[in-house]
Nanobody, 119 residues
Framework: QVRVVESGGGSVQAGGSLRLACTASSTTYCEYDLHWYRQEPGKEREFVSSIDSDGNTKYADSVKGRFTVSHSNVKNSIYLQMASLKPEDTATYYC?????????????WGQGTQVIVSS
C-alpha cells in the first residue's frame, strides 16, 4: 500500500500562516496525484486543493487566493501554504492519493494534521 504522512499543523491566530506537507511512498510502482482535504469534528470531509504531475492546481472556492499547493523538491511530496488563515479554516487536514490508472495506488489517506485558527 501507499504510505501517506501529513505534517506542519499547529495553532495560529487569525491572519497567520502555516505550511503543511504531505509525503507519500510505496514499495510497488505507483503513479498518483496528491489531494488535500479537511474535516471539522462532526462534519463531512471536504476537498481543499490538488496538484498533478504537471503542476496543474485546483482549489476549493473557500481557500482560493489564500492557499497555495505546490510540489516540494522531494519525490511524491507536496506543500499546502496557507495564508490569511480564518477561524473557519480550523480542521484536521488530510492528504489522499488519486490514481485513475493504478487501482493499487489510489485512495490512500494519511492520518491528518490538525490546524487550529483562533480569532
Amino acid at each position: 500500500q501507499v504510505r501517506v504522512v501529513e505534517s506542519g499543523g499547529g495553532s495560529v491566530q487569525a491572519g497567520g500562516s502555516l505550511r503543511l506537507a504531505c509525503t507519500a511512498s510505496s514499495t510497488t510502482y505507483c503513479e498518483y496525484d496528491l489531494h488535500w482535504y479537511r474535516q471539522e469534528p462532526g462534519k463531512e470531509r471536504e476537498f481543499v486543493s490538488s496538484i498533478d504531475s504537471d503542476g496543474n492546481t485546483k482549489y476549493a472556492d473557500s481557500v482560493k487566493g489564500r492557499f497555495t499547493v505546490s510540489h516540494s523538491n522531494v519525490k511524491n511530496s507536496i506543500y499546502l501554504q496557507m495564508a490569511s488563515l480564518k477561524p473557519e479554516d480550523t480542521a484536521t487536514y488530510y492528504c489522499r492519493t488519486v490514481s485513475p490508472a493504478y487501482p493499487q495506488c489510489r485512495n490512500f489517506w494519511g492520518q491528518g494534521t490538525q490546524v487550529i485558527v483562533s480569532s
